[in-house]
């Protein structure tokens, strides 16, 4: 069954305070990993999409990586608007996206 | 309005009460879709519509029957839920189903007393 993993569950940083969210999902037959932010009582808000191993994309204080085996979402120099929960999703071989359970990111001033 | 649109926002009914859920979008989009959302748990997809068909339906009980009358619109019909059918319902389109990014709407929130 296909899967995806996001680590860590919560993560706290304080203002400026550089750090990775990591997501891992099952590499047979991936079609494309997505990121989303969700904030509380909000739909998800598209974030990014990667399809191959190296693609980078970058977008303010966020830049997602992928791997052959995980993506990576880096936030540089995080401010307390970026707090939020980001979310992770894989499609494979069928009309699904497979979501993982989030990061949620707490960012003080 | 843009993007992707859900009304009611709030929801509270009771366990024999029939209500719906309405989505529309904005985005010139062919596929339509219906997901839940619990605490804690990952995005649970319930239903797929591509050019007005069903093309999933996720073993969703029966209390929630959708309806898809064009490509812009996506109801979610509601009867005799559960308590454990309390969650966020959020509604999703993309340009069709073959794996486009998908947009969502902000939510209908569900209360079933």
């Known amino acids: 069954e296909d899967q995806v993993t996001q680590s860590p569950e919560a993560l706290r940083l304080q203002e400026g305070e550089s750090s990775s969210l990591n997501c891992s999902y099952t590499?047979?037959?991936?079609?494309?990993l997505f990121w989303y932010r969700q904030d509380p009582g909000k739909g998800p808000e598209f974030l990014f999409t990667?399809?191959?191993a190296g693609e980078e994309k970058e977008k303010e204080r966020l830049k997602a990586t992928l791997t052959k085996k995980e993506s990576f979402l880096h936030i540089t120099a995080p401010k307390p608007e970026d707090s939020a929960t980001y979310l992770c999703?894989?499609?494979?071989?069928?009309?699904?996206?497979?979501f993982g359970t989030g990061t949620r990111l707490q960012v003080f001033p | 309005e843009t993007g992707v649109t859900q009304t009611p926002r709030h929801l509270v009914m009771g366990m024999t009460n029939k209500k719906s859920l309405k989505c529309e979008q904005h985005?010139?989009?062919?596929?339509m879709y219906w997901y839940k959302q619990s605490a804690k748990k990952p995005l649970e997809l319930m239903f797929v519509?591509?050019?007005?068909?069903?093309?999933e339906n996720n073993s969703v009980p029966s209390r929630f029957s959708p309806e898809c009358p064009n490509s812009s619109h996506l109801f979610l019909h509601l009867h005799t839920l559960q308590p454990e059918d309390s969650a966020l319902y959020l509604c999703?389109?993309?340009?069709?189903?073959?794996?486009?990014?998908?947009?969502f709407g902000p939510g209908t929130r569900l209360l079933v007393l």
């Open positions: 999703a389109s993309s340009q069709d189903a073959d794996q486009e990014t998908q947009y």
């Open positions: 590499v047979s037959g991936l079609r494309g």
């Open positions: 990667l399809y191959s």
């Open positions: 999703a894989a499609s494979y071989n069928t009309d699904k996206l497979i």
């Open positions: 985005l010139g989009h062919n596929a």
């Open positions: 519509y591509n050019f007005k068909e069903q093309t």
